[in-house]
């Protein structure tokens, strides 16, 4: 049993004590491999799946497939494993920045089941997001059995996250361009570090068992002059798609939320309505890798106006099957959508200027990702670096590059917060490192607690109070009622100056009679972001902390401004 | 050095809870033996130094206690050699036999002498009902390093020019190291002299016993 608790206790091993540096690495190796298999995991399934449903998809039936999965996936978050809809990576973000990364065990498989469901049936929706969760929670989990600290922990939620994407992608740059830029939005030695390892460790296990296959290797892109002009054009489309995206998702829940039926019957409906478009438009169902493979390797057949029709209903179906309660992420249908643009947009300019030697459409459908990606996630490092990967080479990093910082900087006018963070922004639960609302989130209020005050009772008089005055280094005097200990009101000494000098009310006031009654209180677990708003707004220095109707103490602006200093200073060192 | 965590606390000047906090959080290097934790001291100054926070080790717990105790009338008239008598013709004269009775080092008696007459010039220390309390205007530097009161009864009443123009018989010179000192024992002081019948027991010439213990049942009064 002790060899047991000491095994589970690594950072007190001799070796590790050191420098805990060394252990993050191999920890976050090991989550990268977790997490890479998770990923796999769930890859194969959708495969299976999507497989096993295809010899179906021509009955008149095959409409209502998108919705049992949809309801099905639904019914096990809701029903067995007790978690809300959505893709998760807001709830890792704001874990990570609110709670030290702690995630509940379950996560690490419910979101995987689900999303399987939803996508395995047809909905329009990607893997990528739950298995970002997932990878997020084994991380989470593999710290919390090895007791380790804060710190550790959201460093290894970052090594699960990392792991995840560069497994699912084959794509280890993106893996840790992703995390650092989306979950963490922190880049220090520290994380980066262990991040990496983590996400080559879930490259590597993708590559032993799926094989080194770069998605859209030996393409050649021979880029001319009217081509960078073009993507300038192409990143404007991009970004248009980009916004179509968000808003339609956003409304298609708003929608949905007003509608009075279960979870799982909404979800439903959304299946059905994505399976009707689905007999039209077969490829705007599902993932789509297979659509896009065949996008970028210029074996697409179909002409521009499908194309550029395949854009909306690509954004149509993901937004039915998101907006209305299905499991999945948005990065899938990013890429499809984004291919999908890329393509019409190559076909439109071949057409109006017909005698320019464009470039062929491949390389155009990849721009339209990258442009895509960047807009939505407002991510602009990550959109490259994932395309730059999945393509093999450097040959179109330059039009990568103006494609996703055009993109995201047109996005970021319309929409200022990225599809991952708006909700969070919006509920004030955006807490990056070393931003004001971070530092305010992390100290408490009992922190801040001055307890040097002089407690007095109602029916002292003014006299013996002024006794008490000569004794008491504070301007604040709460009064307690003497048998029960309740808290009554405040005295603050600027209010009662004028008395204190008048000989002939000494013995004629209570100090009942000149406490403040109605003076604005907070309780200990405030959020002091409010406190600090209502001492804007009332125009106070320090107010009394009550609880259960005890007085706790003051808590006053120049305490915070000494703590305030303190955290920071301490957050913000990196070392 | 090992430090806990609540000394730890202490000596960065931070609340317990912010420290729990820290360890929680991984933002301070801690070390753990078995499952207690504790800081190493060098290391801890270290961190702190590169965050540029304050690391100050608190004092001594007993060497606090020596600076606080509060000094009394009693302690410091026994001190300044009890009461002496005397007989002077005017202030200077007045001040110059209470200086030359002081129990202090030879050396600082012209200084003092001289800002005790600089402080006269500016105002009569003369408080009324016949007592005065000479002082210079601020701590001195060669010292004394105690306060000290020089309790002198005067053969005849001289002017001092004080408040009330009645000619004083008793002085009590106030020498103190800080202003802090000097305040509380001329509170003390006042408070003797306020009343009718301290007056009157020293216009009876008390012997230096006598006197002392007055001097004690009053400032037990003050106490309770």
Redesign the interface.
């Known amino acids: 049993m002790s060899k047991l608790i000491r095994w589970r206790y690594p950072?007190?091993w001799t070796f590790f004590r050191m420098d805990d540096r060394l252990l993050l690495m191999i920890i976050g190796a090991i989550v990268g491999v977790c997490s890479g298999l998770a990923a796999l995991a769930l890859y194969w399934s959708l495969e299976t799946l999507l497989e096993f449903f295809h010899h179906y998809r021509h009955y008149w039936w095959a409409f209502v497939l998108p919705a049992v999965g949809a309801a099905l996936s639904s019914l096990f978050l809701n029903k067995i494993m007790n978690e809300g809809a959505g893709h998760g990576v807001p709830e890792v973000i704001y874990s990570v920045s609110r709670y030290?990364g702690l995630l509940r065990a379950r996560s690490s498989f419910s979101r995987l089941i689900s999303s399987c469901l939803t996508i395995g049936f047809g909905g329009s929706a990607g893997p990528e997001a739950p298995v970002v969760m997932s990878g997020s929670a084994i991380g989470s989990n593999i710290a919390r059995f090895f007791s380790?600290?804060?710190?550790?922990r959201i460093t290894l939620v970052g090594c699960g996250a990392a792991g995840a994407i560069s497994s699912i992608f084959n794509a280890p740059i993106a893996g840790l361009v992703f995390t650092v830029e989306v979950i963490l939005g922190e880049w220090t030695a520290l994380n980066i570090v262990p991040v990496a390892i983590a996400s080559v460790a879930g490259c590597e296990v993708s590559q032993l068992i799926r094989g080194n296959h770069v998605a859209f290797a030996h393409q050649q892109f021979d880029i001319g002059i009217m081509d960078i002009f073009a993507c300038i054009a192409l990143a404007g489309f991009t970004a248009a798609a980009s916004i179509l995206l968000t808003r339609a998702l956003r409304s298609m829940h708003t929608v949905s939320s007003k509608v009075k039926i279960p979870l799982w019957a909404r979800a439903a409906v959304g299946g059905c309505a994505v399976g009707a478009i689905g007999i039209f438009l077969p490829d705007s169902m599902g993932e789509g890798y297979h659509a896009i493979q065949s996008m970028v390797e210029n074996g697409y057949t179909p002409g521009l106006k499908i194309a550029a029709f395949y854009v909306l209903a690509k954004i149509l179906t993901t937004s039915l099957t998101l907006g209305w309660g299905g499991s999945g992420g948005v990065f899938a249908p990013c890429l499809v959508i984004g291919s999908f643009t890329g393509l019409a947009f190559h076909r439109a300019i071949s057409f109006i200027w017909p005698g320019v030697a464009w470039v062929n459409e491949g390389c155009f459908a990849l721009l339209g990702m990258a442009g895509l990606i960047s807009g939505i996630l407002q991510a602009p490092l990550t959109g490259i670096f994932l395309i730059v990967e999945i393509s093999g080479g450097y040959a179109v990093i330059l039009p990568l590059i103006l494609v996703s910082a055009v993109s995201t900087t047109l996005c970021h006018y319309v929409e200022p917060a990225s599809f991952y963070l708006k909700d969070l922004v919006e509920k004030g639960q955006l807490l990056r490192p070393g931003t004001d609302a971070r530092v305010l989130s992390?100290l408490?209020i009992?922190?801040?607690?001055e307890t040097d005050c002089i407690a007095v009772r109602p029916d002292m008089l003014l006299r013996d109070f002024i006794e008490i005055l000569t004794r008491s280094s504070r301007n604040y005097f709460p009064v307690e009622d003497e048998k029960t200990g309740r808290f009554l009101g405040m005295i603050h000494l600027n209010d009662i100056r004028p008395y204190l000098f008048n000989q002939g009310m000494h013995d004629a006031v209570f100090l009942e009679q000149i406490m403040d009654t109605r003076i604005k209180r907070v309780h200990p677990n405030y959020n002091l972001n409010d406190v600090l708003q209502i001492m804007d707004t009332d125009g106070l220095f320090s107010m009394p902390v009550v609880s259960n109707k005890r007085f706790l103490g003051m808590i006053s602006k120049a305490t915070l401004l000494d703590?305030y200093r303190?955290?920071l200073?301490?957050?913000t060192?990196h070392? | 050095m090992k430090l806990s965590v609540s000394e730890t606390a202490e000596c960065l000047n931070i609340p317990l809870s912010k420290i729990e906090r820290w360890i929680r959080q991984g933002r301070i290097p801690i070390k753990k033996s078995g499952r207690t934790i504790y800081f190493d001291r060098t290391i801890l100054e270290e961190w702190a130094k590169s965050r540029n926070l304050q690391f100050s080790p608190p004092t001594k717990e007993s060497d606090r206690r020596v600076s606080a105790a509060p000094e009394t009338l009693h302690s410091t008239i026994l001190r300044g050699g009890g009461l002496h008598i005397f007989a002077a013709g005017d202030v200077n004269g007045a001040i110059r036999g209470a200086v030359d009775i002081m129990q202090v080092a030879d050396h600082t008696k012209p200084d003092i002498y001289e800002k005790l007459i600089e402080r006269e010039e500016m105002s009569s220390t003369g408080i009324g009902k016949g007592v005065a309390i000479p002082h210079p205007r601020g701590p001195l530097e060669e010292g004394p390093f105690q306060a000290v009161i020089t309790a002198c009864l005067l053969d005849t009443p001289i002017d001092f020019s004080a408040v009330d123009d009645k000619p004083v018989f008793a002085m009590f010179v106030l020498l103190c190291p800080d202003i802090k000192i000097h305040l509380h024992l001329l509170s003390r002081l006042s408070f003797c002299i306020r009343d009718g019948k301290f007056i009157q027991f020293l216009k009876n010439r008390p012997q230096t016993e006598t006197f002392l213990s007055e001097i004690k049942s009053f400032e037990s009064r003050l106490d309770s």
């Open positions: 950072a007190r030290g380790l600290n804060d710190r550790q992390d408490k009992n922190e801040l607690l703590q303190r955290e200073m301490v957050q060192s070392q």
